[in-house]
């Protein structure tokens, strides 16, 4: 079917460009399309199912619990909710969870926490949320607001108040734009939307310490790069900080829909009963889901295998494309990767997907890897070759 045929007789709204792929099963590394095409994916539903496709031990869990119980609401207790935030709370520093159903919602989540815990437990009456450009936190109105980056604003105003950007590592701006309306600073370790970009760790610092100073509150987005990602369980674990506040949702739940929002102790009484919620926050299967998968990544010591294949990876990638004059710079941590090019890189998307191998771009110009952390170096082998044969068939700069 041609491309405007689909998108004419489509009942979907047309709010994603579509690849003119149709993926119907997958296993591990690797994706089958309805043609029976076979994909190596590096992409991994946009760091979703980092265990792979399909990872046994989750599935196990998740065929049991449709067995058991779907659903209660949250007036009940839900044994599986308590367990998932408990294995949370025993691998971080946080002491509170809550549970929700996607990143945005986990952003909005801590969004109100930090609003409503300088408000009725400080009563300091701060209400301003500082955030960075190229950012990128979600999709509802606040965390579309909090996002640092035009685009997905256009056309959504009135955009709710309270929200101040600045640029990345600027310490000035960081300067100015904090008053004494406050409340917190949001920013991801990794910018992975906008561009795999690795904050400085001197920068990460300096915002720990001021945050702490002056009673702000630091929220890591961790949405993409937690649950072992960057070759830590949680990204800002490399950097020897411990933000008040962070979100996860992705891999949490292995392609499962879960997000959750956590936090220090002292923010607890923030969230009494009643001030927040939401129905599909930690259902007895989504939450059995997290604690399967977070039990199946500590077993696999999936964390130390991507920080350990993802250096491999970046080496080979550097090595394999050294010279090639449309490769600028490859960066990223553990297997979160971007190859950063001189130009816009949909035709090497585009030529992955032909020779069988499934990447994603950030932003126009980076090529964004995402495998699964439980790769095989034979499957990064793999990518590789395919990768350094498109880099080397570019004629003109891409
Ligand atoms: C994907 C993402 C979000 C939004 O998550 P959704 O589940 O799509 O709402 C927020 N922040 C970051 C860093 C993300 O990568």
């Not at 079917?1 to 460009?17: C, D, I, Q, R």
């Not at 590394?29 to 076979?38: A, E, F, H, I």
């Not at 998740?62 to 058991?68: A, G, N, S």
């Not at 585009?350 to 110009?365: D, F, S």
Request: a negative charge; proline letters at 4%; aromatic letters at 8%.
């Amino acid at each position: 079917m041609n491309k405007v045929a689909e998108t004419a007789s489509s009942s979907l709204f047309p709010t994603y460009a579509r690849y003119p792929i149709a993926l119907v099963k997958g296993d591990g590394s690797w994706l089958w399309d309805d043609q029976g095409n076979k994909y190596l994916d590096f992409m991994c539903g946009l760091a979703v199912t980092n265990l792979g496709h399909a990872p046994k031990q989750v599935k196990e869990a998740l065929v049991k619990q449709l067995d058991e119980l779907w659903h209660v609401s949250n007036l009940f207790h839900i044994p599986n909710q308590e367990a998932a935030a408990k294995l949370l709370t025993d691998n971080s520093h946080a002491d509170a969870v809550f549970f929700c159903s996607t990143g945005a919602e986990a952003n909005e989540a801590a969004i109100k926490l930090a609003r409503r815990y300088h408000q009725k437990v400080k009563g300091n009456g701060r209400n301003e949320i500082i955030t960075f450009a190229q950012s990128f936190h979600g999709r509802t109105l606040a965390t579309l607001t909090a996002t640092g980056q035009e685009k997905v604003k256009e056309g959504f105003g009135p955009l709710p108040e309270g929200f101040r950007y600045i640029p990345l590592h600027d310490y000035e701006a960081l300067e100015a734009a904090i008053t004494d309306k406050t409340a917190a600073i949001m920013i991801e370790m990794i910018q992975a939307e906008g561009g795999v970009i690795p904050v400085e760790p001197a920068f990460v610092q300096h915002l720990a310490k001021v945050c702490k100073e002056r009673g702000i509150l630091l929220i890591v987005d961790e949405i993409q790069t937690g649950m072992g990602r960057t070759g830590k369980l949680f990204g800002f674990q490399h950097y020897g900080i411990e933000p008040d506040i962070f979100t996860l949702a992705k891999g949490l739940g292995s392609g499962f829909p879960v997000g959750a929002m956590l936090a220090k102790g002292e923010l607890r009484e923030a969230f009494n009963a009643g001030s927040h919620g939401s129905t599909f926050g930690g259902t007895p299967i989504a939450t059995a889901v997290v604690k399967a998968t977070i039990e199946a990544l500590l077993e696999e010591k999936a964390a130390d295998r991507a920080a350990e294949t993802g250096e491999y990876l970046m080496s080979q990638l550097r090595e394999k494309l050294a010279g090639n004059p449309f490769v600028q710079e490859i960066r990223g941590k553990g297997l979160m990767i971007g190859i950063v090019c001189s130009g816009p890189v949909a035709n090497i998307i585009a030529e992955g997907q032909k020779r069988g191998l499934l990447v994603v771009t950030a932003g126009p110009n980076v090529v964004r890897l995402l495998p699964s952390l439980l790769i095989s170096r034979d499957e990064v082998d793999l990518g590789v070759s395919i990768l350094t044969s498109i880099f080397a068939d570019q004629t003109a700069p891409v």
